[in-house]
Antibody, heavy 119, light 110 residues
């Protein structure tokens, strides 16, 4: 069974940092790109970042470019999202999702981890 | 990377058909045949309903169908059922493995 499990969310002050993790199981992890999508409370979905199957290519939305860094460890079946210089508008539920190329086809999603940026 | 435009809400009676539009530009919806649709019930994880404009994943009801014309993609739900009440989001490929989601549409079954 394919599973994605996010962790690492929490309450952080503006300007602070967090590292999110997405642990995968039930499939050949190194064969799939993994993306992060967030959803602010009561709002819509927003694509945040993605990483290719090998980790050689990374992608970021303009809203987080320069502040967030995505990486992966295929030996640990885990993707990471480092969140720096956090702002109130980064408050959201962060989902990781498995992508089926070539389109925006995310067939499996985790349950999400909540990031709250507040003083 | 502006969000694709969807109507805020669409409603219909059980058994009716409804259509949700998703309008972008030639740089996203109109430029690629890579549009997906997601259903999200309150408090739940998004579920893939349509990919590559018209393709339905295994297990998704054939009451869901989709199409695209120019810069606008559409999702049609036929034979509307109470369980279809949810939020729906479109998503399109933009460039270089980046994407954009729609603003979301709340479907209400009257």
């Amino acid at each position: 069974e394919v599973q994605l499990l996010e962790s690492g969310g929490g309450l952080v002050q503006p300007g602070g940092s967090l590292r999110l993790s997405c642990a995968a199981s039930g499939f050949s992890f190194s064969s799939y790109a993994i993306y992060w999508v967030r959803q602010a409370p009561g709002k819509g979905l927003e694509w945040v970042s993605g990483i290719s199957d090998s980790g050689s290519r990374t992608y970021y939305a303009d809203s987080v470019k320069g502040r967030f860094t995505i990486s992966r460890d295929n030996s640990m079946n885990t993707v990471y999202l480092q969140l720096n210089s956090l702002r109130a508008e980064d408050t959201a539920l962060y989902y990781c999702a498995r992508r089926i190329i070539p389109g925006p086809t995310f067939d499996y999603w985790g349950q999400g981890t909540l990031v709250t940026v507040s003083s | 990377q502006s969000a694709l435009t969807q109507p805020a809400s669409v409603s219909g009676s059980p058994g009716q058909s409804i259509t949700i539009s998703c309008t972008g530009t030639s740089s996203d919806v109109g430029g690629y045949n890579y549009v997906s649709w997601y259903q999200q019930h309150p408090g739940k994880t998004p579920k893939l309903m349509i990919h590559d404009v018209t393709n339905r994943p295994s297990g998704v009801s054939n009451r869901f169908s989709a199409s695209k014309s120019g810069n606008t993609a559409s999702l049609t739900i036929s034979g509307l059922q109470a369980e279809d009440e949810a939020d729906y989001y479109c998503s399109s490929y933009t460039s270089s493995d980046t994407f954009v989601f729609g603003t979301g549409t709340k479907v209400t079954v009257l």
